[in-house]
């Protein structure tokens, strides 16, 4: 497999409207995969609420748990 370096090496190399093309390519495909990884995550969670596995929750109970679980993550 090639090196992180070498693969800049070989993009810079294309001319520059090719170059633009790569990354956007690049940033789309990055989109994509994020999509799917958060839909396997809302799937999973879907999963674990039917299964009895998580409790229901007011969106406002939801929203201060999270702020919470963040400003102890940013403390740490």
Request: aromatic residues 2%.
């Given at each position: 497999?090639?090196?992180?370096?070498?693969?800049?090496?070989?993009?810079?190399?294309?001319?520059?409207?090719?170059?633009?093309?790569?990354?956007?390519?690049?940033?789309?495909?990055q989109?994509?995969a994020?999509?799917?990884?958060?839909?396997?995550?809302?799937?999973?969670?879907?999963?674990?609420?039917?299964?009895?596995?998580?409790?229901?929750?007011?969106?406002?109970?939801?929203?201060?748990?999270?702020?919470?679980?963040?400003s102890?993550?940013?403390?740490?």
């Amino acid at each position: 497999m090639p090196t992180l370096d070498q693969v800049l090496d070989i993009a810079l190399q294309l001319p520059l409207e090719q170059q633009t093309m790569l990354i956007e390519i690049i940033r789309h495909r990055q989109i994509e995969a994020r999509r799917a990884e958060i839909a396997a995550h809302a799937q999973q969670a879907i999963t674990a609420f039917h299964q009895g596995q998580l409790t229901p929750q007011s969106a406002e109970t939801a929203i201060t748990e999270l702020r919470q679980f963040l400003s102890d993550e940013t403390e740490a």
